[in-house]
Every structure is written in structure tokens, then in C-alpha cells.
């Protein structure tokens, strides 16, 4: 029996040894993960670079979100709203908006965490993008009040993100229309 207690022992401390060594390997894990997040947000900025600048006198003209034809974004308290026209594959004028090739048919509605946006903006395909590299960004409607604060941080955060990518953004106010 006494023989058996050192085992024990030994097993023991050889366990507790391999936790140590397990603890110190997050730690690496974590700053590989955080170098590998940095080259993937350059990659992202990299390729959101092919989009052509914005063309301010094209998207200062539009003065409605209906008639805007950039994705843009919808702030709400716990996630972002990506709306986005998928251009029309038809280049013939013959229909245009008509009961055959309705608009709304080509709009999709995603709604995406604010740290995914980086990735969401750089899958939208580039004929969406007619304006150039500008989104316009306006708060969800009806908010309630208190929920204000942590929607404007939101939107802070969301410009933040959006500037960091190199794209233009073009605030809408409560009223419907862009922020001057």
C-alpha cells in the first residue's frame, strides 16, 4: 500500500503540470488569433479598396433611402440592419421597375452584429455599389427612449467601423434625410 500513495502522488502532480502548461497556451492562442484578425481586417480593407471612390454628386442627389441605391445600414440597440439592391441583371430599359422587374425584388435585408460588418459589407457584390464607396446610416425608427444611448453608441461604433474600411458614410436623421 505504501507504494501505491507515491503513484498517486506522482500522477497527480504530473496533471497539474500539464494544466500549468494548458493555462500559458490560451495566452499564445490569443495573440495568434488577434494577428490573425488584423490580417483578415486588412484583407477586407484591401478588397473594399476595388470599389471605385464615391461619386458625391450621384448619391448627394438622392433624397430618399427608397431611391438610394448603395447598401445601407439601419441602427438598432443590439444589431445592424444591411440593406442591400442587387443590381438588375437585365440591361434592357424595356420594364424597368415595372410589375416584371419590381425593385423590391432585388432588395435583401440582413441583419448582422456590428462586429460582423466588416465581413458583410465585403460580400455584397460590387455592381451594388453604383455610388462608389459610400453607405448611408440612418437610427431605426421608433426607438424607444431608452434605448437611445445604446443605439447612438451603436451608430458611433458602426461609423467607426465603416471609416476604419475607408467608406464614406452618409448619415440620414429621423426625418428622412441626410445629415448635412
Given at each position: 500500500?505504501?507504494?501505491?500513495?507515491?503513484?498517486?502522488?506522482?500522477?497527480?502532480?504530473?496533471?497539474?503540470?500539464?494544466?500549468?502548461?494548458?493555462?500559458?497556451?490560451?495566452?499564445?492562442?490569443?495573440?495568434?488569433?488577434?494577428?490573425?484578425?488584423?490580417?483578415?481586417?486588412?484583407?477586407?480593407?484591401?478588397?473594399?479598396?476595388?470599389?471605385?471612390?464615391?461619386?458625391?454628386?450621384?448619391?448627394?442627389?438622392?433624397?430618399?433611402?427608397?431611391?438610394?441605391?448603395?447598401?445601407y445600414l439601419t441602427v438598432q440597440a443590439n444589431m445592424l440592419t444591411l440593406h442591400v439592391t442587387v443590381a438588375?441583371?437585365?440591361?434592357?430599359?424595356?420594364?424597368?421597375?415595372?410589375?416584371?422587374?419590381?425593385?423590391?425584388?432585388?432588395?435583401?435585408?440582413?441583419?448582422?452584429?456590428?462586429?460582423?460588418?466588416?465581413?458583410?459589407?465585403?460580400?455584397?457584390?460590387?455592381?451594388?455599389?453604383?455610388?462608389?464607396?459610400?453607405?448611408?446610416?440612418?437610427?431605426?425608427?421608433?426607438?424607444?427612449?431608452?434605448?437611445?444611448?445604446?443605439?447612438?453608441?451603436?451608430?458611433?461604433?458602426?461609423?467607426?467601423?465603416?471609416?476604419?474600411?475607408?467608406?464614406?458614410?452618409?448619415?440620414?436623421?429621423?426625418?428622412?434625410?441626410?445629415?448635412?
Amino acid at each position: 500500500m505504501p507504494f501505491i500513495r507515491p503513484a498517486i502522488l506522482c500522477l497527480a502532480l504530473t496533471a497539474l503540470a500539464g494544466c500549468n502548461r494548458s493555462a500559458v497556451v490560451p495566452d499564445s492562442d490569443a495573440r495568434v488569433n488577434a494577428s490573425e484578425k488584423l490580417a483578415q481586417a486588412e484583407l477586407i480593407r484591401q478588397q473594399l479598396d476595388l470599389i471605385p471612390p464615391p461619386s458625391k454628386s450621384r448619391y448627394m442627389a438622392v433624397h430618399a433611402l427608397t431611391s438610394w441605391e448603395n447598401p445601407y445600414l439601419t441602427v438598432q440597440a443590439n444589431m445592424l440592419t444591411l440593406h442591400v439592391t442587387v443590381a438588375d441583371a437585365n440591361t434592357s430599359d424595356l420594364g424597368v421597375g415595372g410589375i416584371l422587374r419590381p425593385v423590391g425584388a432585388r432588395r435583401q435585408d440582413l441583419n448582422i452584429r456590428t462586429s460582423d460588418l466588416p465581413g458583410a459589407l465585403n460580400a455584397v457584390p460590387r455592381t451594388a455599389w453604383p455610388y462608389g464607396r459610400v453607405v448611408a446610416l440612418e437610427e431605426a425608427h421608433d426607438t424607444p427612449a431608452k434605448a437611445r444611448p445604446e443605439v447612438r453608441r451603436n451608430m458611433e461604433t458602426a461609423m467607426q467601423l465603416l471609416n476604419d474600411l475607408g467608406i464614406v458614410v452618409y448619415e440620414w436623421n429621423e426625418s428622412g434625410n441626410p445629415v448635412k
